[in-house]
């Protein structure tokens, strides 16, 4: 697939402040996004030991997982930096604005993505290691070069690189994948499609000018509204799965219960006042990590 | 798996598969504007993610 080549380098620009290039660097990593991947890992890492892990290989796991998603959003940025530019949520990111040239920020997230492989296999397992190089590569390969260009189930199929890292947590525990790992991975998957649906709703506009065929953009709003109500009831099935594994106890069950009556009520809520997405995208946020939380508590406490 | 595990994984089941066969309506009902073969692609790519669910539903049952 061929990118149409952006000049995002001004010659006549001064040169940035250290910090300020710092700063930029760090903004290619989408620090937000990662904040996200990691909330789920540590509790997948909590259910799989039964308790609270090592703490040292916790922070190691944080560590390569945060190496590999930095990584991997690095190498988006520069993929994306001819949509970036043209869409007003994204164009005052480091390489449309200029602060980052697109070949060191390539290296940059290469560099990044090989130092998590590293890492990871050194302090955690080959698995876990390998687990999220396959997030990492599933998400520019498969999801930026491919799908996120050329059909409307983009975050659909991609919402399986988002959903790696709690696979990645519990192969760091146990250096296996037990079917609760799976189930996690489901719930992260099934959750992805509403969540960045309820943000297509809100910059449509953005997408449509820059060629990206989100829901929203090719079947309209209301078709956008039914398929998010539609997911989030596949949700809320999915994440009562986690019970009969036998990896989380009852608490985890009632906050499930509770957190899907509640998600599936704003989607409901958000079908009659489409106007609400970004409610609606704030609300399915907390709930992911609300779930994830749970699921640790039920496991430190049970 | 006991019997309350049991019953929890048959409604979680029912729950999740009625969304999965709505989702598969709503997309072949939504997608006139589509090109030719958009529709088998489109069934493929619903297909894949679904297929995995019931197999992840039918292990948690067997095992």
Request: charged share 15%; hydrophobic share 55%; proline share 5%.
């Given at each position: 697939?061929s990118i149409p ?22 903004e290619?990593?989408k620090p ?7 909330i ?8 799989a030991q ?27 940025n520069v ?11 994204t ?6 604005s200029?602060r ?11 560099v990044?993505?090989?130092?998590g492989f ?6 955690a397992n080959?698995l ?9 590569l599933?998400?520019?390969f498969?999801y930026?070069m ?6 409307v189930?983009?975050i ?18 146990t250096?296996?994948l037990?079917?609760a ?7 992260i998957?099934f959750?992805?499609p ?14 449509a ?13 209301q078709?956008t ?11 809320v ?5 986690l ?13 499930a ?8 009520r704003?989607a409901?809520r ?12 704030g609300?399915?946020?907390l ?16 | ?14 729950i999740?598969?009625?969304?999965v066969?709505?989702v598969?309506?709503?997309e072949?009902?939504?997608?006139s ?12 790519e619903?297909i894949v993610?679904a297929v995995?669910?019931i ?8 095992r």
């Amino acid at each position: 697939m061929s990118i149409p080549k952006v000049r995002v380098t001004d010659p006549h620009a001064a040169p940035a402040s250290p910090l300020a290039t710092i700063k930029a660097y760090v903004e290619l990593t989408k620090p937000r996004i990662i904040e996200l991947l990691l909330i789920t890992t540590v509790p997948a890492m909590v259910v799989a030991q039964g308790g609270w892990p090592s703490t040292w290989l916790v922070l190691a796991t944080l560590i390569g997982g945060t190496l590999s998603a930095g990584g991997a959003n690095a190498i988006n940025n520069v993929i994306d930096r001819d949509i970036d530019q043209v869409m007003r949520r994204t164009k005052g990111r480091p390489l449309p604005s200029a602060r980052v040239a697109p070949k060191p920020a390539l290296y940059f997230g290469a560099v990044l993505g090989i130092a998590g492989f590293v890492w990871l296999w050194a302090t955690a397992n080959l698995l876990a290691a390998a687990l999220s190089t396959s997030g990492l590569l599933f998400y520019v390969f498969i999801y930026t070069m491919i799908l996120k260009r050329s059909t409307v189930q983009n975050i659909v199929v991609g919402g399986a690189a988002g959903a790696v890292p709690a696979l990645v947590g519990w192969a760091a525990v146990t250096n296996d994948l037990h079917v609760a790992a799976w189930v996690m991975f489901a719930i992260i998957f099934f959750w992805t499609p509403p969540h960045f649906w309820a943000l297509a709703l809100r910059y449509e506009d953005d997408y449509a000018v820059a060629g990206v065929p989100m829901l929203p953009v090719v079947v309209g709003r209301q078709a956008t509204l039914e398929q998010i109500e539609l997911y989030t009831l596949v949700l809320v099935g999915v994440s009562l799965l986690l019970y009969p594994t036998g990896a989380v106890g009852w608490i985890y069950l009632v906050a499930a219960v509770v957190l899907g009556v509640w998600l599936y009520r704003a989607a409901r809520r958000l079908h009659r006042r489409p106007g609400e997405s970004m409610r609606f995208f704030g609300f399915s946020n907390l709930y992911l990590a609300a779930l994830f939380v749970m699921m640790a508590v039920d496991a430190l406490v049970l | 798996m006991g019997t309350f595990e049991r019953v929890v994984l048959v409604v979680a089941s029912v729950i999740a598969v009625i969304g999965v066969i709505g989702v598969v309506v709503r997309e072949m009902t939504n997608q006139s504007d589509l090109p030719a073969g958009g529709r088998i692609r489109r069934i493929i790519e619903i297909i894949v993610p679904a297929v995995g669910l019931i197999g992840l539903i039918v292990w948690l049952w067997v095992r």
